[in-house]
């Protein structure tokens, strides 16, 4: 009975991270279209393409994905969309590290 429990939570534990870790590259593929400052998800979290404070940055933020030398990259606040690197919104976590 342990050997099963075993298994299925290696199993699980997995198939959970190469979901992760799809689910991260796919995010990135489908994420094309830039985001338009009009845009009502971006208005609510205040979203500009050219961040007043030089500190905060999207690229510097924590919810940034992507490569770091793309200047537009995925976010996953805005689904579908990419932020500028220079941009910010009031969502911005500093990046860890």
Not at 17 to 22: E, K, N, P
Not at 29 to 44: G, H, S, Y
Not at 63 to 81: M, V
């Amino acid at each position: 009975m342990k050997d099963l429990n075993r298994r299925k939570f290696l199993t699980l534990t997995g198939t959970s991270l190469i979901g992760l870790t799809m689910g991260g590259t796919s995010l990135a593929l489908r994420a094309q279209e830039k985001l338009d400052e009009d845009d009502p998800m971006a208005k609510a979290l205040q979203y500009v393409h050219q961040s007043p404070d030089e500190n905060k940055l999207c690229s510097n933020c924590n919810y940034i994905q992507g490569e770091a030398s793309d200047q537009w990259r995925p976010c996953p606040l805005f689904t579908g969309k990419v932020v500028n690197n220079n941009g910010w919104c009031a969502a911005w976590v500093q990046k860890q590290g």
